[in-house]
């Protein structure tokens, strides 16, 4: 007997997400926009253990996103600058993002 499975979104292939959850001092931020709230809890959604950090590209968070990998590079350029995000690393032609959390600010355990 086969399990009747949902077939799940391209946007969310691969991925183990269940929702967003974004620290009260994001949420309240005035600095930024919704949509780099968006970039930034994206960022944080596609964070991978193994390597440190999030691995996507532009063009990979723009196409979640719904936006263009040059709005998506300029709001990480930004997101930088204001210190919500670093890039842990950079071999030449991949980078890793994360999230720069506050002591508090992490997201509740067990998830939603």
Same mark, same amino acid.
């Given at each position: 007997?086969?399990?009747?499975?949902?077939?799940?979104?391209?946007?969310?292939?691969?991925?183990?997400?269940?929702?967003?959850?974004? !620290?009260?001092?994001?949420?309240?931020?005035?600095?930024?926009?919704?949509?780099?709230?968006?970039?930034? *809890?994206?960022?944080?959604?596609?964070?991978?253990?193994?390597?440190?950090?999030?691995? *996507?590209?532009?063009?990979?968070?723009?196409?979640?996103?719904?936006?263009?990998? +040059?709005?998506?590079?300029?709001?990480?350029?930004?997101? #930088? +600058?204001?210190?919500?995000?670093?890039?842990?690393?950079?071999?030449?032609?991949?980078?890793?993002? #994360?999230?720069?959390?506050?002591?508090?600010?992490?997201? !509740?355990?067990?998830?939603?």
């Amino acid at each position: 007997m086969t399990e009747d499975r949902p077939k799940r979104n391209k946007k969310e292939k691969g991925r183990g997400w269940r929702g967003t959850w974004i !620290p009260k001092r994001i949420w309240e931020a005035k600095d930024i926009t919704w949509m780099e709230k968006c970039v930034l *809890a994206e960022i944080d959604n596609l964070f991978d253990e193994d390597e440190g950090g999030c691995w *996507a590209s532009n063009q990979y968070i723009a196409n979640n996103m719904e936006s263009s990998p +040059k709005s998506v590079s300029n709001i990480i350029a930004k997101l #930088k +600058k204001l210190n919500y995000i670093e890039q842990v690393s950079f071999d030449g032609r991949f980078r890793v993002l #994360k999230v720069k959390y506050e002591a508090n600010e992490h997201p !509740p355990s067990g998830g939603v």
